[in-house]
């Protein structure tokens, strides 16, 4: 009677390794996973910065005129040609020589109602206030090859022309391309300003970096600089002009800094991390260099990334700086410096 209970055992026992193996054969199918609770999301920087009142249109205030596109073939790139807008304000006058400004990737400052920048529409305001000089405004944008597209508002043109060359390069080839080439063609049509002290240059990324490259190589030419989350990175060297500027001989510049402690902080996709680009480090080491130095500095660090929401929104306050030594009348009955700059001056017959 106990051989039987025997055997069934064995049958028991044999019947898991006969499971095991036949499970072994098929293919593993993953076991459903709980749902593991997220945590709450990442608060995005860059929504705590909005356009102020001097980037949107004005009823009462008299509106520039965006003019172009022109075509700049050039010689410091043989091959390309640059593309470039020229704001002219409602005030300009002909007869008498208004200040400059340039502002690189052209395509990201001209909109005057659209984008982050708006410089159009702040430049009218700004000026309609009498917080600016009367002023010229080009908006260029980088080199390309006829065959290669124009940049836009989704791509600047990093894979498409010739920006990371021109823009991110220290050397003179990209001062050579607005003082030589872009400078001549303006002067044909307009009356600019020769005093240095009247032309500014700006930008954002690797346009802020060329900017101050501009003014560098040609402080007889341009002696304002205007620098939204700048590229002083090693994308070409760029995180050298710290040292630069240390060992360098104090040059004429009056220069506005603006980055975000969010702009790209040098972390790869390795996760190794490397200081030579990190943005916000390298533009925090520029100031540093160019304060001990006694530049004519000013510079704002937010929470952004790398974007333009903050300099956007602070963009009219950085050209008030850049532009506040304008001659101004303290003569109580001048009733026309105490109003609005609406329209050109009359000029008075001889």
């Known amino acids: 009677m106990k051989q039987p209970i025997f055997r069934g055992l064995k049958v028991l026992l044999?019947?898991?390794?006969?499971?095991?193996?036949?499970?072994?054969?098929?293919?593993?199918?993953?076991a459903p996973q709980t749902p593991q609770?997220?945590?709450?999301?990442?608060?995005?920087?860059?929504?705590?910065?909005?356009?102020g009142p001097d980037s949107s249109p004005r009823e009462g205030v008299a509106k520039g005129e965006v003019?172009?596109?022109?075509?700049?073939?050039?010689?410091a790139y043989p091959g390309t040609q640059h593309t470039y807008w020229v704001y002219v304000p409602a005030q300009y006058n002909a007869a008498v020589?208004?200040?400059?400004?340039?502002?690189?990737d052209g395509q990201a400052f001209k909109n005057p109602v659209e984008g982050d920048l708006r410089a159009p529409t702040v430049l009218d305001n700004l000026i309609d206030r009498r917080e600016i000089p009367v002023m010229l405004a080009v908006f260029i944008n980088p080199g390309r090859t006829p065959e290669q597209p124009e940049p836009t508002p989704q791509e600047w043109g990093d894979r498409t022309t010739n920006r990371g060359i021109e823009y991110n390069s220290l050397d003179d080839k990209y001062a050579r391309v607005i003082v030589d080439e872009l400078m001549p063609a303006l002067t044909k049509e307009y009356n600019i300003s020769k005093d240095p002290e009247r032309r500014g240059?700006?930008?954002?990324?690797?346009?802020?970096?060329?900017?101050f490259t501009v003014a560098w190589e040609r402080p007889n030419e341009f002696r304002k600089v205007l620098s939204m989350i700048g590229s002083f990175t090693n994308i070409r060297g760029g995180h050298a002009y710290a040292d630069i500027v240390t060992k360098s001989e104090k040059k004429p510049l009056r220069i506005y800094l603006q980055d975000g402690r969010n702009?790209?902080?040098?972390?790869?996709?390795?996760?190794?991390?490397?200081?030579?680009?990190?943005?916000?480090?390298?533009?925090v080491r520029l100031m540093e260099a160019l304060r001990d130095k006694g530049y004519d500095l000013n510079y704002q660090w937010g929470i952004g990334r790398h974007s333009q929401k903050h300099g956007g929104?602070?963009?009219?306050?950085?050209?008030?700086?850049?532009?506040?030594?304008?001659?101004?009348?303290?003569?109580?009955?001048?009733?026309v410096e105490r109003s609005f700059n609406d329209k050109p001056p009359v000029k008075k017959d001889k």
């Open 14 to 30: 044999l019947v898991p390794v006969v499971c095991a193996s036949t499970v072994a054969a098929r293919p593993q199918t993953p």
């Open 97 to 104: 020589p208004a200040n400059l400004m340039i502002f690189n």
């Open 67 to 75: 003019r172009g596109p022109f075509t700049l073939p050039s010689q």
């Open 37 to 51: 609770p997220q945590g709450p999301p990442v608060p995005n920087p860059d929504a705590h910065y909005q356009l």
């Open 313 to 335: 929104a602070v963009f009219p306050d950085m050209m008030r700086w850049l532009w506040r030594d304008q001659p101004v009348s303290t003569d109580v009955k001048d009733m």
């Open 263 to 283: 702009d790209n902080r040098g972390t790869g996709r390795d996760g190794n991390y490397d200081e030579k680009r990190d943005w916000f480090f390298q533009n």
């Open 201 to 211: 240059i700006g930008g954002a990324s690797s346009g802020a970096i060329a900017a």
